[in-house]
């Protein structure tokens, strides 16, 4: 066990070595990666409040993008300043980043495979478990009225049945708890401000410029129009992705494999398992997606230059949003008209997070889903000859796992990966 540093004689390097045991311990999603932050900042090393953490926390599940990620800047900002945030961030992410990029060339040389595909069901078998475990820990939080029920249903069936964009719903949760939210400030818990408008406004037009300017130059040099166009998908993702990982994936990966035509289904699912599998922000599955995309599009080069188009895409903006907003989150905090706009949010993820489940586990289990049209709805029908039974005891046995035997992550991944390959060579995978 290291040294404890106080807080006033901590130094950049230092907070460094836990920012990068951060990153590289940050398995299991959103939710396992702030109660890592909580235990290592806020009652380990003692760096920051209870109230300090959580005011950060709620800030950052305000924002669009991966709200951990965020929240590690802000305490690297918080200790340090810029220096400091930029450190939290990138260790946050380079670690997951990495390992991504390796599998993804793993991947598009040997992905046919019939050994590995099918550890890549077995993953994806797990995948569908880990999806419910989030559904089901969101909901305990998200849904504590009426109101919040009906959010979370109505987002499931525009989502889903009426495909109406992942932004408006966002937007439109937002509204309804802004207006029917308590008007009355805590006056008690308002810290004054300490930042300039003049300021803020140069950060911002700072940072907009580092996040769009790389892009242009980049798809002009290149003289790839592939990059334009992975620029811009992925800037305006990452200005919409409220909720979370999960919350956004099902928007995604309409665009990607419907709209887009970048990827297919079961390439959407095997960049979730890989992203589920590696530290790190689960957003980073993007950089699998952009790989994918340009290399077949273009080979290696241009799925090399896709994917660093998209980390910078996605990443950046967390940045601005972070050297923006961290010196107001503490005035932020005390209004209540924003906590009730992210609390109807919240109970919009609930229900995006269950169309996503459902459009997942279809996609793994059956090997033919057709899509119908009935009016204003969208029906996803499976073809039940298709069914996979390998898939059925694989997610059978994940829950057992997960919600009986209560296995870490990374046992119920490895145990499923293990036996899906096992289940190919033994001539059991279908």
Known sequence: ????ISHSTLTLSQAGREYLKVGLLSFGGPAAQIALMHKVFVEDRKWLTEKQYLSALNFCMLLPGPEAMQLSA??????HGV???LLAGLLFILPGAFIIACLAVFYVYFGDLAWLKAAFLGVKAAVIVIVI??????SKKAL???????IAIFAFLGIFLLEIPYPFIVIASGMLGFMYSDMTPDNTNITPLSISLTKTFWTCGLWLIMWLAPLIIMGWMTNWGFLYEVGA???KLATVTFGGAYAVLAYMSQEVVFELSWLTAPQMMDALGFAETTPGPLILVTEFVGFVAGYQKAGLPLAFAAAFTVLWATFVPCFLWIFVGAPYIEWISAQPRLKGALSTITAAVVGVILSLSIWF??????????KLQAGMATLWMPDFSTVNFTVLWLTFLAAYLAFIRHLSLLWVLGISAALGAAASLLGASG
């Open 83 to 85: 220096a400091g945030g």
């Open 74 to 79: 802000y305490i690297g900002w918080r200790l």
């Open 361 to 370: 586990g279809l996609h793994v289990m059956f090997g033919t889903i057709t």
């Open 133 to 138: 475990q989030a559904l089901i820990r969101v």
């Open 1 to 4: 066990m290291s040294e404890k």
């Open 233 to 235: 998908f992925f800037s």
């Open 144 to 150: 504590h009225g009426k109101l919040h029920w009906l």
